[in-house]
Protein backbone atom coordinates (compact mmCIF):
# COMPACT_ATOMS: atom_id res chain seq x y z
CA UNK A 1 0.00 0.00 0.00
CA UNK A 2 1.36 3.68 0.00
CA UNK A 3 3.17 5.31 -2.93
CA UNK A 4 4.61 4.07 -5.81
CA UNK A 5 7.13 5.30 -8.31
CA UNK A 6 7.05 2.88 -11.39
CA UNK A 7 8.83 3.50 -14.52
CA UNK A 8 7.79 2.64 -18.40
CA UNK A 9 9.54 2.93 -21.63
CA UNK A 10 8.25 4.81 -25.20
CA UNK A 11 9.63 6.07 -27.99
CA UNK A 12 9.91 9.72 -28.42
CA UNK A 13 11.09 12.25 -30.95
CA UNK A 14 13.09 15.73 -31.05
CA UNK A 15 14.44 17.84 -33.52
CA UNK A 16 17.65 19.72 -33.59
CA UNK A 17 19.39 22.04 -36.13
CA UNK A 18 21.63 22.86 -38.47
CA UNK A 19 23.91 25.53 -40.13
CA UNK A 20 25.34 25.58 -43.38
CA UNK A 21 26.00 22.25 -45.59
CA UNK A 22 27.99 19.43 -46.01
CA UNK A 23 30.57 19.59 -48.74
CA UNK A 24 33.85 18.35 -50.47
CA UNK A 25 34.97 21.73 -48.97
CA UNK A 26 33.63 21.23 -45.30
CA UNK A 27 36.43 20.93 -42.94
CA UNK A 28 35.35 21.19 -39.52
CA UNK A 29 31.75 19.80 -37.97
CA UNK A 30 30.50 21.29 -34.92
CA UNK A 31 28.31 19.49 -32.47
CA UNK A 32 27.33 22.25 -29.86
CA UNK A 33 25.50 21.71 -26.95
CA UNK A 34 23.32 24.54 -25.55
CA UNK A 35 22.94 25.72 -21.57
CA UNK A 36 19.87 26.05 -19.70
CA UNK A 37 17.05 28.41 -21.02
CA UNK A 38 18.45 28.08 -24.50
CA UNK A 39 16.69 27.00 -27.87
CA UNK A 40 18.80 25.00 -30.52
CA UNK A 41 17.93 27.48 -33.30
CA UNK A 42 19.01 30.70 -31.29
CA UNK A 43 22.66 29.11 -30.15
CA UNK A 44 23.20 28.68 -33.65
CA UNK A 45 23.73 32.35 -33.99
CA UNK A 46 27.16 32.03 -32.40
CA UNK A 47 28.66 30.05 -34.89
CA UNK A 48 27.05 31.93 -37.91
CA UNK A 49 30.29 34.26 -38.48
CA UNK A 50 31.97 30.85 -38.99
CA UNK A 51 33.39 30.38 -42.48
CA UNK A 52 30.26 28.87 -44.23
CA UNK A 53 32.27 26.66 -46.64
CA UNK A 54 34.27 25.04 -44.34
CA UNK A 55 32.24 24.62 -41.12
CA UNK A 56 28.66 22.82 -40.66
CA UNK A 57 27.14 23.13 -37.15
CA UNK A 58 25.27 20.76 -35.31
CA UNK A 59 22.98 22.04 -32.15
CA UNK A 60 20.69 19.45 -30.60
CA UNK A 61 17.94 21.01 -28.75
CA UNK A 62 17.81 20.05 -24.90
CA UNK A 63 14.62 18.19 -24.33
CA UNK A 64 12.64 19.56 -22.07
CA UNK A 65 11.01 23.15 -22.57
CA UNK A 66 9.04 25.44 -20.58
CA UNK A 67 8.63 29.44 -20.30
CA UNK A 68 11.41 31.80 -19.21
CA UNK A 69 10.40 34.17 -16.19
CA UNK A 70 6.43 33.26 -15.91
CA UNK A 71 5.81 35.46 -19.06
CA UNK A 72 4.63 32.87 -21.24
CA UNK A 73 6.07 34.16 -24.50
CA UNK A 74 9.65 33.40 -24.35
CA UNK A 75 11.21 29.45 -24.39
CA UNK A 76 14.11 27.49 -22.90
CA UNK A 77 15.12 24.53 -22.35
CA UNK A 78 16.74 22.59 -19.62
CA UNK A 79 18.69 19.22 -20.49
CA UNK A 80 18.22 17.92 -16.90
CA UNK A 81 17.99 18.46 -13.06
CA UNK A 82 19.22 17.12 -10.29
CA UNK A 83 15.79 14.31 -10.07
CA UNK A 84 16.43 11.11 -11.36
CA UNK A 85 19.61 12.80 -13.11
CA UNK A 86 21.00 9.27 -13.95
CA UNK A 87 17.78 8.14 -15.99
CA UNK A 88 17.60 11.64 -17.85
CA UNK A 89 21.33 11.22 -19.08
CA UNK A 90 20.81 7.98 -20.20
CA UNK A 91 17.50 9.58 -22.12
CA UNK A 92 19.77 12.65 -23.53
CA UNK A 93 22.98 10.63 -24.57
CA UNK A 94 20.38 8.34 -26.49
CA UNK A 95 19.49 10.98 -28.50
CA UNK A 96 22.71 12.08 -28.78
CA UNK A 97 23.74 9.15 -30.54
CA UNK A 98 20.63 9.36 -32.61
CA UNK A 99 21.66 12.70 -33.77
CA UNK A 100 25.55 11.79 -34.24
CA UNK A 101 24.14 8.37 -36.30
CA UNK A 102 21.67 10.69 -38.24
CA UNK A 103 24.72 12.99 -39.27
CA UNK A 104 26.92 10.22 -40.65
CA UNK A 105 29.75 12.59 -40.54
CA UNK A 106 32.15 12.49 -43.26
CA UNK A 107 36.03 10.87 -42.23
CA UNK A 108 37.66 13.94 -44.43
CA UNK A 109 35.70 16.29 -41.29
CA UNK A 110 37.49 17.14 -38.00
CA UNK A 111 34.94 17.03 -35.60
CA UNK A 112 34.55 19.43 -32.76
CA UNK A 113 32.23 19.36 -29.66
CA UNK A 114 31.34 22.23 -27.62
CA UNK A 115 29.47 22.10 -24.50
CA UNK A 116 28.08 25.58 -23.11
CA UNK A 117 27.39 26.20 -19.21
CA UNK A 118 25.11 23.38 -18.47
CA UNK A 119 26.01 22.07 -21.94
CA UNK A 120 29.26 20.64 -20.58
CA UNK A 121 28.10 17.79 -17.97
CA UNK A 122 26.32 16.70 -21.08
CA UNK A 123 29.68 17.01 -23.86
CA UNK A 124 31.50 15.23 -20.95
CA UNK A 125 29.13 12.44 -20.28
CA UNK A 126 28.40 11.75 -23.97
CA UNK A 127 31.91 11.80 -25.26
CA UNK A 128 32.64 9.43 -21.99
CA UNK A 129 29.70 7.15 -22.23
CA UNK A 130 29.98 6.60 -25.77
CA UNK A 131 33.87 7.06 -26.10
CA UNK A 132 33.05 9.58 -29.19
CA UNK A 133 36.34 10.08 -30.94
CA UNK A 134 36.52 14.11 -31.63
CA UNK A 135 39.26 16.73 -32.95
CA UNK A 136 38.44 18.80 -29.70
CA UNK A 137 36.91 18.79 -26.90
CA UNK A 138 35.67 22.72 -25.81
CA UNK A 139 34.04 23.20 -22.02
CA UNK A 140 32.89 26.46 -22.17
CA UNK A 141 31.54 28.20 -18.86
CA UNK A 142 30.68 24.88 -17.14
CA UNK A 143 31.14 22.13 -14.31
CA UNK A 144 32.35 18.65 -15.30
CA UNK A 145 30.02 16.41 -13.40
CA UNK A 146 31.78 14.62 -10.60
CA UNK A 147 31.37 10.69 -11.56
CA UNK A 148 33.56 10.97 -14.37
CA UNK A 149 37.21 9.60 -13.93
CA UNK A 150 40.34 10.16 -15.78
CA UNK A 151 39.84 6.14 -17.14
CA UNK A 152 36.11 7.89 -18.87
CA UNK A 153 38.81 10.05 -21.30
CA UNK A 154 41.85 8.12 -21.69
CA UNK A 155 40.62 7.32 -24.96
CA UNK A 156 41.40 10.97 -26.32
CA UNK A 157 45.27 10.93 -25.42
CA UNK A 158 45.61 8.01 -28.41
CA UNK A 159 43.49 10.14 -30.77
CA UNK A 160 45.55 13.38 -29.94
CA UNK A 161 42.25 14.91 -28.92
CA UNK A 162 42.95 18.92 -27.78
CA UNK A 163 40.54 20.04 -24.48
CA UNK A 164 40.10 23.11 -24.00
CA UNK A 165 38.15 25.00 -20.97
CA UNK A 166 37.22 28.60 -21.35
CA UNK A 167 35.90 30.04 -17.87
CA UNK A 168 35.27 34.00 -17.76
CA UNK A 169 37.18 36.05 -15.25
CA UNK A 170 33.53 37.23 -13.80
CA UNK A 171 31.20 34.45 -14.33
CA UNK A 172 29.23 34.69 -11.46
CA UNK A 173 28.38 31.32 -11.31
CA UNK A 174 32.10 30.12 -11.07
CA UNK A 175 33.78 32.01 -7.92
CA UNK A 176 37.15 31.80 -6.87
CA UNK A 177 36.54 28.10 -4.73
CA UNK A 178 34.32 26.66 -7.40
CA UNK A 179 36.94 27.75 -9.80
CA UNK A 180 39.45 26.33 -8.38
CA UNK A 181 37.96 22.89 -7.69
CA UNK A 182 36.84 22.64 -11.47
CA UNK A 183 40.79 23.32 -12.75
CA UNK A 184 41.75 20.42 -9.79
CA UNK A 185 39.39 18.14 -12.06
CA UNK A 186 40.24 19.47 -14.87
CA UNK A 187 44.13 17.79 -14.47
CA UNK A 188 43.07 14.95 -12.99
CA UNK A 189 41.12 14.24 -15.93
CA UNK A 190 42.83 15.11 -18.52
CA UNK A 191 46.14 14.29 -17.19
CA UNK A 192 47.56 17.68 -17.50
CA UNK A 193 46.61 17.65 -21.22
CA UNK A 194 43.51 20.29 -20.93
CA UNK A 195 44.21 24.00 -21.44
CA UNK A 196 42.41 26.46 -19.78
CA UNK A 197 42.10 29.74 -21.13
CA UNK A 198 40.53 32.59 -18.42
CA UNK A 199 39.18 35.29 -20.91
CA UNK A 200 37.67 38.98 -19.88
CA UNK A 201 34.03 38.52 -19.39
CA UNK A 202 31.39 36.91 -17.39
CA UNK A 203 28.82 34.19 -18.27
CA UNK A 204 28.81 34.67 -21.80
CA UNK A 205 29.84 32.97 -25.27
CA UNK A 206 32.01 35.11 -27.28
CA UNK A 207 32.43 34.66 -31.38
CA UNK A 208 35.78 35.31 -31.31
CA UNK A 209 37.24 32.83 -28.48
CA UNK A 210 35.27 30.07 -30.94
CA UNK A 211 37.05 31.42 -34.10
CA UNK A 212 40.48 30.98 -32.20
CA UNK A 213 39.89 27.41 -31.51
CA UNK A 214 39.93 26.06 -34.88
Known amino acids: MGRQEKQVGYRTTNTYETLNEVTG ?13 YLSKYFLRYFEDLNPEENYVIAPQAPSKYYLKNEYKHVG ?8 TELEVQNVVAY ?27 ATRWVARGQIKCRSLI ?30 NRDEYLN ?23 FEGGHELKKELIHQLI
Open 25 to 37: KTKNVWIVLHGIG
Open 77 to 84: ASWLTKER
Open 96 to 122: LNAVYQAENIPEHCQLYILGFSQGVSI
Open 139 to 168: LYAGGIPNELTPDDFSFLETNNTSVSILVG
Open 176 to 198: AERLQQESIKMEKLFKGRAKQII
